[in-house]
């Protein structure tokens, strides 16, 4: 495959930022298809193993490469690719071969040259060897170490141990290959992380999003201008800020809209959306719950993008009551509702908890509803790493609805998926009718994912026991 596409395709190396590992391809592919191009990503799967920080991509322009880089988070950089080898010797045998593609540098071009590793330090000395040894590459222009017009890089890769950085070395032995290549772009999206920096932001919660995976949602998203995203679950707006920041126009609902007004009279979320220049994109903002929406009819948006509250910090809620009521209450509560409230008092609806399990497929019903075809449900799904089954993801699927995206954020005993879930069917849909089921009994016959019930595990479970082995490995 690899080969065939060689000859219509040409390579590309990223080099990426080690945070998030498992977000990548997804983050690449995504971005591929918000701008329309082809990227192939290698098979094997040694050659896009998370672990490391670099991959070989094939793209068909220098311009598809240029996208990627001003778009993708996870991007520190993309180069040309020219060559790659277990030993300089084959490195350079690659290079010569590549003589088409930077042959036209050599006469009068400015260039700089440089080699780093990554997990690794290099001595100086060694570094002017590896510089020399591409002599016959014969580039006549200057060498600018500041803003020259190319830059070629030599990138050396070696196991890490521990995540501690190997010692240093006299000779090109111990590590994994070497990569050569013209930089054509460094990452500019990456500065995005600092702008969107939730401590820097003018109003937020404690349950607020931070900036680098709120970006990487926006991203699965498609978000650009024209587009129209609806978060059921806004909070103090996380997801909103970059998704405007991109261009796409946003809605956002909560069942407590108090989280969304802030204490001000500016609500807090438009607070912060002027902060980042994005507030005329901010449609509205509006307080209800989900299962009782106000939504007449369907394929409104392009996209849904939400953190779903799973009850760490906080839990779900729904309108209801958690038992009903029995004669003598009833009565009372009709009795307040046909007599005024004294001081014009709002009234405050009663609400119950909503369980995970049944939040995640209501929210997926709701998503066919009201995306167009094509659109894409992005949202965060905790879970517990001992438990948890690929089946639990499709657990939560109906009809006309495909996951295309599941990348774990890791935190140990839990971690919680990033799910990108596309709508591929053109029917339309009446608006859903929401889970009514009692979430304390179970039905034996269906498969129990495992993030049902993840509040009461989180704090009674696998959160109690990580406390107690802290506690002992402390000697407390």
Not at 6 to 28: D, G, I, N
Not at 386 to 396: N, S, W
Request: glycine share 8%; aromatic share 12%; net charge neutral.
């Amino acid at each position: 495959m690899a080969q065939k596409l060689t000859t219509t395709l040409s390579k590309y190396l990223a080099v990426f930022a080690q945070a998030h590992q498992e977000f990548r391809v997804p983050e690449l592919e995504s971005v591929a298809q918000l701008y329309n191009f082809k990227i192939h990503l290698s098979d094997d799967p040694e050659e896009r193993d998370p672990g490391r920080p670099y991959m070989i991509i094939w793209l068909e322009s220098e311009d598809h490469a240029r996208l990627l880089a001003r778009r993708c988070i996870l991007i520190k950089s993309i180069y040309e690719f020219y060559g790659r080898g277990a030993t300089y010797e084959e490195l350079h045998l690659q290079n010569r071969a590549k003589r088409n593609l930077w042959e036209r540098y050599i006469p009068e071009t400015s260039f700089k040259f440089f080699v780093t590793a990554y997990s690794h330090k290099i001595p100086q000395h060694r570094q002017r060897e590896v510089v020399e040894s591409f002599s016959y590459m014969g580039f006549m222009g200057k060498i600018v170490m500041k803003n020259p017009e190319i830059t070629l890089g030599c990138f050396e890769e070696y196991e890490t141990g521990n995540g501690k950085t190997r010692e240093r070395h006299e000779g090109d032995g111990n590590f994994i290959q070497a990569y050569f290549g013209r930089l054509i772009e460094e990452g500019t999206a990456r500065p995005l992380v600092q702008l969107f920096d939730v401590k820097k932001r003018s109003y937020f919660g404690n349950t607020s999003m931070e900036a680098e995976i709120s970006l990487l949602m926006a991203n699965q998203t498609l978000a650009c201008p024209g587009k129209l995203i609806y978060d059921p679950f806004m909070g103090t707006g996380s997801m909103a800020y970059p998704v405007a920041y991109f261009g796409a126009q946003v809605m956002g609902s909560d069942i407590d809209g108090r989280q969304m007004r802030g204490k001000q009279t500016t609500p807090g979320i438009f607070r912060a959306a002027s902060q980042y220049g994005v507030a005329s994109r901010i449609v509205d903002i509006c307080t209800f719950d989900v299962t009782n929406n106000p939504w007449r009819r369907g394929e409104l948006f392009d996209a849904i993008v939400t953190d779903p509250p799973y009850g760490v910090r906080a839990g779900a809620k729904r309108l209801g009551r958690k038992k009903e009521l029995d004669a003598d209450r009833l009565a009372l509560y009709h009795e307040h509702r046909t007599n005024p409230r004294p001081n014009d008092s709002p009234y405050i609806p009663p609400t119950k908890p909503y369980e995970l399990s049944d939040l995640a497929v209501d929210l997926v019903l709701l998503a066919r509803y009201l995306l167009k075809p094509g659109g894409r449900l992005v949202f965060f799904l905790p879970t517990v790493t001992d438990q948890y089954e690929e089946v639990d993801i499709y657990t939560m699927l109906c009809d006309g609805m495909e996951v295309i995206a599941n990348s774990l954020q890791d935190f140990g005993s839990w971690g919680r998926r990033l799910v990108t879930i596309r709508k591929v069917t053109s029917e339309r849909y009446p608006p859903p009718a929401f889970s009514t089921r009692n979430a304390e009994v179970e039905d034996e016959t269906q498969h129990v994912p495992a993030h049902r019930h993840f509040r009461e595990k989180y704090f009674q479970g696998f959160k109690k026991a990580e406390v107690e082995a802290d506690h002992v490995g402390d000697g407390r």
